[in-house]
């Protein structure tokens, strides 16, 4: 598995405002990725965040709203963008692992509520 | 189009009484079907990955099984601290590794 470490745990931000998100994993992972919960929802992918090259976005989502960044193997950062209360969700982060590297172990989630 | 649904939303058990919760799927070629177990406030939490039909996998009082078409998650003998919502997912075998999330099922264990 993997140790996965996200700050803020939670925030309480004002409408307007940006906040970025830390991800950080105790080993080097090549693949790094940011799902958002709404309330009373499942996951849905943001992004996925390689190391070296340009995160490549789901639809829905832009890089001008969620730009992330990926300066190592061992951390990733996203940024929420000019935020409105829609954006109030639980984000979290999570990493490509396993004997087959392809299971993934997840964040405990930034709780992020606008007003 | 990629697609994932569960059932049931909610399930209330009794301690001791068994209960499957159901994962049905479409996907354009499995690479993978994931169950996670999701505690209030927390991330979700890795169970199994399943890869191909007929597969099994057991961890304490869960066993989760794969069709072609579905996936079920049986709790034999659950206890209390076995209620969470249970979340499903599938990957597909194209070049991207993303998970796509079915809405969960809601399990309440009373004692």
């Known amino acids: 598995s993997a140790v996965i470490s996200q700050k803020p745990s939670r925030d309480i931000c004002q409408r307007g405002t940006s906040l970025t998100i830390q991800c950080q994993v105790d080993?080097?992972?090549?693949?790094m990725f940011w799902y958002r919960q709404q309330p009373g929802q499942s996951l849905t992918l943001i992004a996925t965040?390689?190391?070296?090259?340009?995160?490549?976005?789901e639809s829905g989502f832009v890089i001008d709203k969620f730009p992330i960044s990926r300066p190592n193997l061992t951390f990733s950062t996203l940024t929420v963008s000019n935020m409105s209360p829609e954006d109030s969700s639980i984000y979290l982060c999570?990493?490509?692992?396993?004997?087959?590297?392809?299971?993934?172990?997840f964040g405990p989630g930034t709780r992020l509520t606008v007003l | 189009e990629d697609q994932v649904t569960q059932s049931p939303e909610a399930l209330r058990l009794q301690e001791g009484e068994s209960s499957s919760l159901n994962c049905s799927y479409t996907?354009?070629?499995?690479?993978?079907l994931f169950w996670y177990r999701q505690d209030p406030g927390k991330g979700p939490e890795f169970l199994f990955t399943?890869?191909?039909a007929g597969e099994e996998k057991e961890k304490e009082r869960l066993k989760a099984t794969l069709t072609k078409k579905e996936s079920f998650l049986h709790i034999t003998a659950p206890k209390p601290e076995d209620s969470a919502t249970y979340l499903c997912?599938?990957?597909?075998?194209?070049?991207?590794?993303?998970?796509?999330f079915g809405s969960g099922t809601r399990l309440l264990v009373r004692p």
């Open positions: 965040a390689n190391q070296g090259s340009e995160a490549t976005y």
């Open positions: 999570s990493v490509e692992r396993g004997l087959s590297y392809n299971e993934q172990f």
């Open positions: 997912a599938v990957q597909a075998r194209d070049s991207s590794y993303k998970l796509i």
């Open positions: 080993s080097q992972v090549t693949m």
């Open positions: 996907v354009s070629g499995l690479r993978g």
């Open positions: 399943l890869y191909s």
